[in-house]
């Protein structure tokens, strides 16, 4: 309010009719920024804590002779890869181990965790695990591929960066690769989404 009249009234007699001293208005002036940054941060916080959403998807790798699959966990809060599985089957014990890795980690009460309606995402085993944990499945509708651009464009990232720069001619040397790429792309991989900040420091700095 003493901002908006200070041009009608001045500062001075403003600050007499609310009792505060120059000191204190200009110490709360000064802050400012760094208050609404705090409220920001809180209320992303806030809004995470309410609806904890991430997606799960799987991608295939060649080691020149065989596929592999990758099913991955990403939490779109803040872009992190929270769990991963490589197996050479592309079946429903994929994705269970890798929810079984997701669930170990952290507590996932009500979180939402989104798929497409690949069958192994519509299987009984696949949701009567989720609702063991309290985790609520939602699944893409039909043909429907940007539902699942986040963590598409995670893979996009891990295959142009890493993969297709040194071709892994084995499931050991995907495995390894994979691993490096996650901790780079969780630790050290700025995103303009995350105010050019890593996803484990960018939860870091909003805990703070």
């Given at each position: 309010?003493?901002?908006?009249?200070?041009?009608?009234?001045?500062?001075?007699?403003?600050?007499?009719?609310?009792?505060?001293?120059?000191?204190?208005?200009?110490?709360?002036?000064?802050?400012?920024?760094?208050?609404?940054?705090?409220?920001?941060?809180?209320?992303?916080?806030?809004?995470?804590?309410?609806?904890?959403?991430?997606?799960?998807?799987?991608?295939?790798?060649?080691?020149?002779?065989?596929?592999?699959?990758?099913?991955?966990?990403?939490?779109?809060?803040?872009?992190?890869?929270?769990?991963?599985?490589?197996?050479?089957?592309?079946?429903?014990?994929?994705?269970?181990?890798?929810?079984?890795?997701?669930?170990?980690?952290?507590?996932?009460?009500?979180?939402?965790?989104?798929?497409?309606?690949?069958?192994?995402?519509?299987?009984?085993?696949?949701?009567?695990?989720?609702?063991?944990?309290?985790?609520?499945?939602s699944h893409s509708r039909k043909a429907t591929c940007l539902d699942n651009a986040?963590?598409?464009?995670?893979?996009?990232?891990?295959?142009?960066?890493?993969?297709?720069?040194?071709?892994?001619?084995?499931?050991?040397?995907?495995?390894?690769?994979?691993?490096?790429?996650?901790?780079?792309?969780?630790?050290?991989?700025?995103?303009?989404?995350?105010?050019?900040?890593?996803?484990?420091?960018?939860?870091?700095?909003?805990?703070?």
């Amino acid at each position: 309010m003493i901002e908006e009249l200070r041009d009608l009234h001045g500062i001075t007699r403003l600050l007499a009719i609310a009792g505060l001293s120059r000191a204190n208005y200009y110490k709360w002036r000064n802050t400012h920024a760094q208050r609404a940054e705090a409220h920001t941060r809180d209320h992303e916080i806030k809004e995470h804590m309410v609806a904890i959403h991430l997606h799960t998807d799987i991608t295939y790798i060649s080691d020149g002779t065989h596929f592999y699959y990758l099913s991955a966990i990403q939490d779109l809060f803040n872009n992190e890869i929270v769990a991963w599985q490589i197996s050479d089957r592309n079946d429903v014990k994929l994705v269970l181990d890798t929810v079984e890795q997701w669930t170990r980690k952290r507590d996932v009460s009500e979180a939402v965790l989104h798929s497409d309606q690949g069958f192994q995402y519509t299987s009984q085993a696949y949701n009567t695990r989720l609702e063991a944990f309290s985790v609520k499945g939602s699944h893409s509708r039909k043909a429907t591929c940007l539902d699942n651009a986040c963590i598409e464009s995670f893979f996009s990232h891990l295959k142009t960066e890493k993969l297709y720069l040194h071709q892994c001619k084995s499931e050991a040397e995907i495995h390894q690769a994979v691993e490096e790429y996650i901790y780079f792309y969780n630790y050290q991989r700025f995103q303009a989404k995350l105010k050019q900040r890593a996803p484990i420091e960018y939860r870091h700095a909003l805990a703070a």
